[in-house]
């Protein structure tokens, strides 16, 4: 039973353009939401986060948007940069912070020349 | 600040054989986890311990895997003995407060290869 969705798994974004990355969760007493970028042989590293009460939290190029009616959230990569090129993995923390932390499987994006 | 250190960095073995890691949270950090990452899937927490006391181990396979946190800082984790579905990389991770939702801090893992 997969509590965090990322049906994607990869997505192919030209260099300068905006990269979306999609993230679906099924559990409604998640109230707390990350991005972690891996790159190769690396271990994930954190992104940006959002709290259940705001629907919208921007860092530099990266912005998590999220519709807790639809259960959906979305990070948003602009302009897209080489560097970007990375799996990133959508996680959720439920209301009871002693729980753990669910991790999506990933989506491999790509920036292309 | 240093990062979470973990070694080795890569682990083959032969099933039925038991292999350790080790992992050093950043220091001050009081929760550390372990998480196995098969390849193609997210990271899936094995356990979780806040200084030396267990969270959440409810995941952890209990019949061969086995870690310990004895002085509240560095860990290790066994499996003894392995079977070829532990071929994944292990990730330790640390945290400041498990309570304040702090970002998880990963190391590079151990990729660990059964045959």
């Not at chain 1, 259960?71 to 439920?94: E, T, W």
């Not at chain 2, 979780?48 to 209990?62: A, E, H, R, T, W």
């Not at chain 2, 560095?74 to 392995?82: F, M, N």
């Amino acid at each position: 039973d997969q509590q965090v969705k990322q049906n994607s798994p990869s997505l192919s974004v030209q260099e300068g353009r905006i990269s979306i990355l999609n993230c679906d969760y099924t559990n409604s007493m998640f109230d707390y939401f990350l991005w972690y970028k891996k790159y190769p042989a690396e271990g994930p590293t954190f992104l940006i986060s959002i709290s259940s009460i705001k629907d919208k939290n921007e860092d530099g190029r990266f912005t998590v948007f999220l519709n807790k009616s639809a259960k959906h959230l979305s990070l948003h990569i602009v302009p897209s940069q080489p560097g970007d090129s990375a799996v990133y993995f959508c996680a959720a923390s439920p209301m009871n912070r002693d729980d753990k932390i669910i991790f999506g499987k990933g989506t491999r994006l790509h920036i292309l020349p | 600040e240093a990062g979470v250190a973990q070694s080795p960095r890569y682990k083959i073995i032969e099933k039925r054989q038991s292999v350790a890691f080790w992992c050093n949270p950043i220091s001050g950090h009081a929760t550390l986890y372990w998480y196995q990452q098969i390849l193609g899937q997210g990271p899936k927490l094995l356990i979780q311990f806040q200084n030396n006391g267990v969270v959440d181990d409810s995941q952890l396979p209990k019949d061969r895997f086995s870690a310990e946190r004895l002085k509240g800082v560095d860990s290790t984790l066994k499996i003894q003995p392995a079977k070829l579905e532990d071929s994944a990389v292990y990730l330790c991770a640390s945290s400041l407060e498990d309570r304040d939702n702090s970002p998880l801090h990963f190391g590079n893992g151990t990729r660990l290869t059964v045959t």
